[in-house]
């Protein structure tokens, strides 16, 4: 997306002057639109919002982009009457094979204005029948494979708890005191910080990851020897990576020696579809995973495996306010500097935040719905975090819980 | 000219536009009555097939489901499944207490 590009800076003035020569040009209107409300010009962001809406003839996409700039700006009342006035709604049960992105967007819609309950049955109605899973593995690529390995990979992990681990500065906490850990049966969880976690975290108490998720090619080729050699660990459960990364692994003459050592035991590798950010999974599409962020996505593997609890770390979900610190560690953030990462600033973390706080419990009832599994308890670790869709707790709360026997 | 020979001619000019318009009017009426006719036996046929694809769908997971069933019975003792149910509920009670989301189903 170029608002997270280095020539972001340019883009609004430039969409300014072409909606001036013409205001009806709805890719200019939206992209402008896009700017005003990541930037966080809430008011002129609501204003262009309901002119998207008008320009559009009610288009979905329209109306979730409005109706997005008027929770930002704590307007709930006026967005369901924006839903109420202007969304004509489609008939989720027309055809569950060919489900598009307005069946997404009204469950991203709902969800987003507080009605959950509602979000719930829209998405029910697209993923099953008479309470039974409408998932149709023909559709999928590999399935009997990929079904074979969720196998395998949940008998690892079935009613254990899983700790996921961010960077957010909140991790510094369990860095301090990562007894805290200590006598917690969990299966650890890494992300794009791999090496962080496990030598701060993981290590100070014996731990290897079980599972880790990567979204780009630059991350799996820092860490390519951890992933050798967790490939070698009985404790590693498996990676977890997008399809488009899996076949650029395996495409590319760089990495192709790499793909044939971590990606080539199908039971310890799971390639989701990652297509488009509202594209929930769906009965001939089980498996696509919306591309907000990595964390979703290690959230959608760990749901799949049903454990007893999920724990997030280190997930603030926005910057600092007083510091504009958003990742701990220099050495860390400086290490991503070098990638194209610099403009990760704290307004793009707020968006970030914001369409995972609507989009996640959609994702989350979607894979409920269609892979039946059971419904997940996800904390997130982080009491001040953005990321506020599920239940915020400190460490001592963690540590009570985990202490706590039946 | 008088003044009502002046609304004859207004009237004569625009007959044939007239005309022409409704000559047009007519052949969207039935080019739409053609694609609705399209659209109907499209839909007809795609609901057929979407309800013969929901029933063998359906049958075919209520299998697998009921072969998971029996496969984690098999495995399991009762006193394991009682002590997982009661971890489950005091699980969930916890969740709720700390803001949890009640679980729809």
Redesign the interface.
Known sequence: MFWRGPDYPKARPLLATAVLRNPKHLVAQWFLFQCELIDGDLSAARERGELLVKLSANNHVMILSWVRALVASGDLDAARAAIAQHLIRVDPTADRRNIGANHFIEAALFELVGQGDVSFETSRAMCRENDVTLIDWSKVEKADEIRAALKDMRAKVRNRDICIFGRGPSIKELEADPGRLHGHDFVPFVLSEYQEVAERVLAKVGKTPGLACMTSQVVVRAYADNLRALHASDDFVALTIPDFLDQQLRNSEEDRELAGQILSDPRRVFSYRCQAELNLPVPCDPLHFPTINTLLHALGLAILLEPRRIFLFGFEGKANAATGEYYYAEDYKASYMGEGWQNRTARWLWWDSFRFNHVAPCFINHLQLLHDVRYPLIYNVCKDSAITCFPRIGLDDYSTLVKENV | MSAMGGVVRRLLVKIPLLAQVGARLNDLTNRVAALEGKVGALSSA??SS?RE??QS??EA??KD?IAALEERLAESGSADDA??L???V???E??LR????E??R
Do not use: I
Request: no cysteine.
């Open positions: 795609e609901v979407n694809w929901v769908t359906v997971n209520l489901k002590r997982a009661r971890q489950r005091r699980d969930l916890d969740y700390l803001g949890g989301r679980p729809r």
